[in-house]
């Protein structure tokens, strides 16, 4: 999940949950979660047969070079840049439909190897004798190569975080133009401070995380052994076949599904049973209502029983009892929906007068304040219970920071210091490289960000400088656990700005646009470091250049930051409701992360508190549960049975998504995946993530589809196309 918001490897059964999930209000929160001591117990060499290799392995180095490997004489190709940045295109585009609809995204690193290795392993066979130069096709295909498309997925496929949470918040708090495609150029220069400046400084954190410390990187780690696995002879090329055929297979009919329901939505879709029920004579519980959807289906197959059950249970407690308890004692209020029948909705978000904030909020905007509080306060509890990381990041900063100046004096003189990097020095990034890359950066940052957002520079200093720290507890904690904290500790720069704009007694609205830009770029840069961090890991497990992922991930962010901005003013455009919610609140994009970094900016910079005292008092009392949860797991509860600890990251996203439903679909993913795993190991192995990852991509890829067909004019409307059977009201629900 981002905020707590684990991949199967092919042939490697300890691998298990090695894929990222996460969720923009959990902490990056990859919810597939790989345990560091399961990749420790991992052979790399398990299966390819070279066990006379591992005698002398060393965890943590690179792998012993296969002697069946072929020769790689070009890492860095034409061919493996355009179907690493297609690859995580695609992945980009699920995930701001997926981060529009819950805040989850998943990450792009093994659904890039293995794709990628699907589609050129066969085309560089087909074209051995290719007359191209080496640059644009290379020669055979081999795991350094898979690494560069891996790498420029992952890139390709990152920044989407921006445009689910405090971009569109901007625009709900009228903060930019009221149409996104007038605000491109703006946009555009938010999109590149972050990519580059994360890409820029992410070169000195391998120095230190990867090589020095030895972190693991659980999901990058299960990246590299799938990579090794799939070019190892020719049962890694079996194994790659059958889970690249599922992984298309299950993508293409999610994808072909989802545009279907978006004509018939109430027939195979949104099935309301409540109103199906209410018209054969029922007088109760006529919202019931249960959602076909495959991409929530993957998502919980990769999240896992804890995740998806704690969510499950906090969306249940949340719209199944406080919720109509609220309605039931005056505490919110409803919105009649039909003047002919009894459809009420609880979502409302604006209110006539600032009174009714208070007074007489809907349920949805009651339950806010518990969800996001509950959510910061579990995750910095979280990240201070886990005090030997946050403290070894922090030395980490001193230690890392020394040695960036002292590679900068010593102008990549490596002989005047100890060097431990197994990298030869002419496949090493060139100092000169990434520190000319940080100077333009933060040139670009200082330039267009002041101009766009009408920050000072020294605010948008303060926000790089947040950003670089961030960074220091996003790897280190994502390399010891594969959790990504950025989004959650990205709430602190909201904080920190709203000190700043209370010091200089901003007024109101530009004190939102410095809090929501401060923080975007805080955690945009820190997010995209991080990520990039963890391709590094894969590549030096693997033995590839760390100058052909620095020109990948180069690549792959400039790819990023133009795909992002067109997916987000193509979904606001088909769908303005997750920009500007009607009266009702109801929109087919729940958008909940948007909502969450309004409602901080709003707190932070408000002469007053526009919270219910009755939501005020709950948020307190479920956050200090929340905290006391974690201090008892952590002091009293072995590790092992940790998974039976209930996730108030995932309970307050139940509080925050208003439809119950994506959490059911969760909640049977994970029943299901339990159940395979333990049935059928072997064909768990094999299918499981690409099953999953087919059905996340697959649905993604609809809705991107739905919104273009909305935009040209063609979508379904249940008059002239497709029908509202099925739907409350006969209003067509699709």
């Known amino acids: 999940m981002e905020d707590t918001n684990n991949l199967q490897s092919p042939t490697m059964p300890n691998l298990a949950r090695a894929g990222s999930s996460r969720y923009d209000e959990f902490p990056s929160e ?99 004798n290719s007359p191209l130069p080496g640059w644009l096709w290379g020669g055979p295909f081999g795991p350094k190569e898979n690494v560069c498309v891996q790498t420029a997925a992952t890139s390709a496929g990152g920044l989407g975080i921006l445009f689910v949470s405090g971009v569109p918040a901007m625009y709900r708090l009228n903060l930019l133009s009221f149409d996104p495609g007038q605000d491109i150029g703006k946009l555009f220069a938010l999109t590149i401070a972050c990519a ?13 995380f990867i090589i020095h410390q030895r972190l693991v990187f659980p999901t990058p780690t299960a990246t590299a052994y799938t990579i090794r696995s799939l070019h190892s002879g020719k049962t890694g090329a079996v194994a790659a076949r059958k889970k690249s055929l599922m992984l298309l297979g299950s993508l293409l009919i999610a994808l072909a599904y989802k545009v279907a329901t978006g004509y018939a939505p109430g027939l195979i879709f949104d099935w309301h049973i409540g109103w199906t029920l209410y018209r054969l004579g029922w007088q109760s519980i006529i919202a019931l209502e249960n959602y076909v959807t495959p991409a929530f289906f993957g998502a919980g197959m990769l ?33 009649s929906v039909s003047d002919e029948f009894p459809l009420l909705s609880m979502q409302a978000m604006k209110f006539k007068t600032p009174d009714d904030y208070i007074h007489a909020p809907s349920p949805r905007y009651w339950l806010l304040w518990p969800g996001v509080l509950i959510m910061l306060v579990y995750s910095f509890v979280e990240l201070g219970m886990s005090s030997g990381s946050l403290i070894r990041s ?58 766009q957002f009408h920050m000072n520079a020294g605010e948008v200093i303060l926000a790089l400088i947040l950003s670089f720290l961030f960074s220091f507890i996003g790897v280190q904690s994502s390399g010891d656990t594969d959790i990504n904290p950025i989004s959650t500790v990205a709430k602190a720069s909201q904080l920190i700005f709203g000190g700043v704009s209370k010091g200089q007694h901003l007024a109101e609205i530009p004190a939102q646009r410095i809090n929501l830009i401060g923080g975007l770029v805080a955690g945009g840069a820190a997010a995209q470091s991080t990520d990039m961090c963890g391709d590094l890991k894969t590549g030096h497990l693997i033995g ?165 067909l ?17 739907c409350p009201g006969f209003e067509f629900c699709g």
């Open 544 to 708: 590839a250049k760390p100058k052909v992922q620095f020109v990948a991930q180069i690549v792959g962010s400039t790819v990023a930051s133009f795909l992002t901005v067109g997916l987000f003013v193509l979904f606001t455009s088909a769908s303005p409701c997750i920009l500007y919610p009607p009266p009702d609140g109801q929109c087919t994009y729940g958008a909940p992360s948007v909502s969450a970094w309004a409602a901080v900016a709003t707190a932070v910079t408000s002469p007053k508190l526009p919270i219910p005292p009755s939501s005020g008092y709950t948020a307190i009392g479920l956050s200090v549960a929340a905290a006391l949860t974690v201090v008892v797991k952590h002091l009293w509860i072995p590790k092992k049975y940790w998974h039976w600890v209930l996730n108030w990251n995932a309970v307050g996203l139940g509080f925050v998504v208003p439809q119950v439903y994506y959490a059911i679909a969760m909640g049977g993913g994970s029943v299901f995946y339990y159940v395979w795993e333990k049935r059928n190991p072997v064909q768990f192995d094999m299918y499981g993530y690409p099953l999953a990852a087919g059905l996340l991509a697959g649905e993604g890829l609809g809705g991107v589809v739905q919104a273009l």
């Open 710 to 726: 909305q935009v040209a004019g063609v979508a379904g409307n249940g008059i002239t196309r497709g029908t509202s059977i099925g």
């Open 394 to 451: 922090m030395k980490g900063l001193r230690g890392g920071v020394r040695g960036m100046i002292d590679r900068i004096r010593n102008r990549g003189n490596v002989q005047a210091e100890e060097d431990s990097d197994p990298s030869p020095l002419e496949d090493r990034v060139p100092v000169w490289a990434w520190v000319g890359m940080l100077g333009v950066s933060v040139l670009l940052s200082l330039t267009l960000i002041p101009t």
């Open 196 to 208: 580059y400046f994360g890409v820029a400084f992410v070169i000195p954190l391998r120095k230190y």
């Open 303 to 335: 999240s896992g029983l804890n995740a998806s059950w704690s969510y499950l249970a906090g969306s249940v407690l949340a719209w199944g009892i406080i919720a109509p308890s609220l309605i039931a004692t005056g505490k919110a209020v409803a919105i």
């Open 30 to 128: 990859k919810v597939m979660q790989l345990d560091s001591k399961d990749v420790k117990s991992v052979d790399p060499l398990e299966s390819t047969n070279h066990e006379d290799e591992m005698e002398f392995y060393v965890k943590g180095d690179p792998f012993p070079v296969d002697p069946d490997a072929p020769v790689e004489d070009h890492q860095l190709t034409l061919r493996a840049l355009v179907i690493g940045s297609a690859l995580g295109a695609v992945v980009g585009s699920s995930n701001i439909y997926l981060g529009l609809k819950t805040g989850f995204t998943f990450g792009p690193q093994l659904f890039g190897a293995i794709f990628g290795f699907a589609i050129l392993k066969p085309l560089s066979q087909a074209f051995v």
